[in-house]
């Protein structure tokens, strides 16, 4: 019954910004855990970024210091703003959210939103 809508992706120079938002409606509880993973062709998924219920936050080492998440509770929203990106940035990027109690298997997902970054 959950939905996560994702928007903010895009084509972008190398150097260029995107910010990313994902906002969670439905029967959802209490939110664990929020953020990003990302897929490119030929890869497997992989963490981008997470924050949880606290504030703690997490992210992959090839974007720490460019990309920053975000939150806003009331809302139910995530954001990822992404700074000085690169080419191998380029994937489709997935919302993710996690309920409180839950396993990271019963995660609801975002249809997923295209980042290109290319000169």
């Known amino acids: 019954q959950v939905q996560l809508v994702e928007s903010g992706g895009g084509l972008v120079q190398p150097g260029g910004s995107l910010r990313l938002s994902c906002a969670a409606s439905?029967?959802?509880?209490?939110?664990?855990?929020m953020g990003w993973y990302r897929q490119a062709p030929g890869k497997q998924r992989e963490l981008v970024a997470g924050?949880?219920?606290?504030?703690?936050?997490n992210y992959a080492d090839s974007v720490k210091g460019r990309f920053t998440i975000s939150r806003d509770n009331a809302k139910n929203t995530v954001y990822l703003q992404m700074n000085s990106l690169k080419p191998e940035d380029t994937a489709v990027y997935y919302c993710?959210?996690?309920?409180?109690?839950?396993?990271?298997?019963?995660?609801?997902w975002g249809q997923g939103t295209q980042v290109t970054v290319s000169s």
């Open positions: 993710y959210v996690q309920e409180l109690s839950h396993p990271p298997s019963d995660a609801y």
């Open positions: 439905g029967s959802i509880f209490s939110i664990y855990a």
């Open positions: 924050i949880r219920s606290g504030g703690s936050t």
